[in-house]
């Protein structure tokens, strides 16, 4: 079983950065491939970014392409999300994600991942 806990979220005005961390405990996650996720009120989560299990593959949503870094400290069983140039639409629920199916594949799917934690709050001012 794995626990997953963000952390760093905040208020923060349009166009500045935020960074957030998801430490992970229970067994090691240097063989998962993890993701972001974010959800607003009243619409459904959506995929933000996902890491290979060596960090060497990454993949974005487009609408935080070129803004947002999505990087992971497999030796301190951690993930990150640097998010730059905020926006007003970024305005979310972060949540961190690990997808155990060690395959080599990198998901985009809510459902393809098996342990979730609670959620950071980032709110974006304009």
């Known amino acids: 079983q794995v626990q997953l806990v963000e952390s760093g979220g905040g208020l923060v005005q349009a166009g500045g950065p935020l960074r957030l961390s998801c430490a992970a405990s229970?067994?090691?996650?240097?063989?998962?491939?993890m993701g972001w996720f974010r959800q607003s009120p009243g619409k459904e989560r959506e995929f933000v970014a996902v890491i290979s299990w060596s960090g060497g593959t990454t993949y974005y949503a487009d609408s935080v392409k070129g803004r947002f870094t999505i990087s992971r400290d497999n030796a301190k069983n951690t993930l990150f999300l640097q998010m730059n140039s905020l926006k007003p639409e970024d305005t979310a629920v972060y949540y961190c994600?690990?997808?155990?199916?060690?395959?080599?594949?990198?998901?985009?799917?809510?459902?393809?991942?098996?342990?979730w934690g609670q959620g950071t709050q980032v709110t974006v001012s304009s």
């Open positions: 994600a690990a997808d155990n199916a060690n395959d080599g594949l990198l998901r985009q799917r809510v459902s393809a991942y098996d342990y």
């Open positions: 229970g067994r090691t996650i240097r063989t998962y491939a």
